[in-house]
């Protein structure tokens, strides 16, 4: 996370300040700034005052340790146990651009070189030249690719790579969908009927709802948890662009309100940009210990 600006002033704020009212107004605003959202910024610098009141704490490391515990308590790693011999299916989710199809391509590759069988789907039916864009991924990682052609409707294609994955003994299906807007009735309904022949076809609890989120989006970000979750139900989120402007916090504030635990992040635009969420790393690299 090339988040200078902010992780440098956390920084500066805990190795120069005076543990008084003022740090603890300063740390609310560079939360908020973190993206963490007004309502839980509030919350943690006020239990975190009351931490330090209560335990007479008022070194800056303690105080910065107590920070992070409480970040931490917030998220979880998802942790799906892949097993290929039964058919998988993992649809991406997220509004236009966050990166889904990229996302999609860089799990394929992750999972290939684990030694998974996977097969991609390229659910996106609607967005120009959306197919070709992921047959190319397919071929550059030698990962097949079922598609459709453009305009059909994409819950057809969420049910053939099903089908190649069960013919080919199991396998995991990525599922790269249209991106849209989280206000569009219409594209949501479209979505949960994908996601129910998704559903349908895969092995029992072998269906999985991941939201691809724009690390750089800010709070919007819990907005868009919120309705794809209520449309579908959300099992873990990837956080992209994280190399970039991101500060990150909203992990925390998704984690807070709907209990959603983080996948993966990704760094960058090759394939090799994806790593495994840690909270603890993550945290740390948040508060820029
Ligand atoms: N820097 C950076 N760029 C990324 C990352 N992930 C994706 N991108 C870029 O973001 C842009 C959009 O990525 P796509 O994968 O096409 O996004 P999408 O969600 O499939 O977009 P739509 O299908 O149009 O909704 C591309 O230029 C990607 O290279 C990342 O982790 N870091
Ligand atoms: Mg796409």
């Not at 959202?37 to 005052?49: D, H, N």
């Not at 996302?103 to 390229?122: C, D, M, S």
């Not at 052609?149 to 819950?155: I, L, V």
């Not at 009735?185 to 479209?190: P, T, Y």
């Amino acid at each position: 996370m090339a988040k200078i600006t902010f992780a440098q002033k956390l920084r500066n704020l805990f190795s120069s300040a005076k543990i008084d009212g003022d740090f603890f107004e300063e740390l609310t605003d560079l939360l908020v700034e973190g993206d963490v959202g007004a309502k839980l910024a509030f919350e943690l610098t006020e239990e975190l005052e009351d931490f330090c009141r209560k335990n007479k704490v008022f070194e800056q490391e303690k105080i910065i340790e107590e920070l992070e515990r409480m970040l931490c308590g917030f998220v979880n790693q998802a942790d799906f146990d892949i097993d290929d011999s039964k058919t998988n299916v993992f649809m991406l989710l997220g509004v236009n651009g966050v990166g889904k199809t990229t996302t999609a391509a860089k799990l394929a590759r992750y999972f290939k070189e684990g030694g998974k069988k996977v097969i991609l789907a390229a659910a996106d039916t609607f967005r120009a030249a959306a197919e070709e864009q992921l047959e190319m991924h397919g071929q550059k990682l030698g990962v097949r690719v079922v598609s459709h052609n453009h305009g059909t409707d994409p819950s057809a294609v969420v049910f053939d790579a099903a089908e190649a994955a069960r013919a080919s003994g199991g396998a995991l299906v990525l599922a790269d969908t249209a991106g849209r807007l989280h206000n569009k009735e219409n594209l949501v309904r479209e979505l949960q009927k994908i996601d129910r022949i998704a559903c349908q076809k895969a092995d029992e609890g072998c269906c999985r709802k991941i939201l691809v989120i724009d690390g750089t989006t800010g709070q919007n970000a819990v907005r868009q948890a919120e309705v794809f979750n209520e449309a579908v139900g959300v099992d873990a989120l990837v956080i992209t662009k994280c190399d970039s402007t991101a500060k990150g916090g909203m992990v925390y504030a998704i984690g807070k309100e709907l209990n959603i635990p983080v996948w993966f992040v990704c760094t960058g635009e090759k394939y090799s940009d994806l790593i495994p969420f840690d909270k603890i790393a993550y945290t740390r690299e948040f508060l820029g210990r």
